[in-house]
């Protein structure tokens, strides 16, 4: 009988411990922090698993501001280039350009020199036609040495380009001569150069200078009556 009763007992007190474990289990609670630890002087970071904030920007605006940056970066670039080559242009064309101007001095220089070269033989010959003079020498020699000064002259002028304007029995043209005075022709010849004071010239295209002519005018058919009668 009181080994019924104390397993009875034994029972009861069982089950009274089984209705009471849940509530003194009490509310299961799980930490997701993360610790960082480092030597830095910030210590214990503490944070959450998705604490980072997410990006509030459509991915296509991430993705136009993406290439716009690297347009600025190709654009940055090109304009660099861009400046690189201008400048080794400009030094280039510098270059060239000194080139050429040296070029052309040295070509004046030689030119000049030719032209200077030339024109000695003619003031040794004027010399000689002096020196000929005054020891008493013939008045022959002296023009034969007057006229070959003359010739070797005009060879250098005609060497240069430079040429000779025909005037006399020309048709006057004022582009190429300068009516110094005029005379009294037949109608046929008005307007004709019938003589040269001095000789003009030319050089290619331009003229060095004009000759200086007498231009024939006709007579007016009043005065040419009066002179028949």
């Known amino acids: 009988m009181a080994e019924r009763m ?26 997701r922090r993360r610790v960082s630890l480092d030597d830095s002087d910030e210590g214990v970071r503490v944070g959450r698993e998705g604490a980072d904030a997410p990006s509030l920007k459509p991915k296509y605006v991430e993705e136009l501001e993406a290439r716009t940056l690297a347009a600025e970066g190709v654009s940055k670039d090109v304009q660099a280039r861009f400046e690189q080559v201008r400048a080794e242009l400009k030094r280039e064309t510098d270059e060239i350009r000194q080139r050429l101007a040296r070029t052309a001095d040295e070509r004046a220089t030689r030119e000049k020199a030719a032209f200077v070269g030339a024109l000695l033989p003619v003031m040794e010959n004027l010399r000689r036609a002096m020196e000929a003079a005054e020891g008493g020498g013939s008045l022959d020699a002296l023009l034969e040495g007057l006229r ?4 070797g002259f005009e060879s250098v002028l005609a060497s240069g380009g430079v040429e000779a304007i025909t005037a006399t029995g020309e ?4 582009e190429l001569h300068e009516a110094v005075d005029v005379t009294e022709v037949e109608p046929a010849r008005d307007g004709v150069v019938t003589a040269e004071y001095s000789r003009g010239y030319r050089m290619g295209g ?3 200078r004009p000759a200086r ?7 007016a058919e009043g005065q040419a009556a009066a002179t028949t009668d």
């Open 213 to 219: 002519v007498q231009v024939g005018r006709a007579k």
């Open 206 to 208: 331009q003229l060095l």
């Open 148 to 151: 070959g000064t003359l010739s």
């Open 6 to 31: 104390a397993a009875e007992e034994a029972r009861a007190a069982g089950e009274g411990a089984t209705a009471d474990a849940p509530a003194s289990e009490g509310v299961r609670v799980t930490d």
């Open 171 to 174: 048709q006057f043209d004022p």
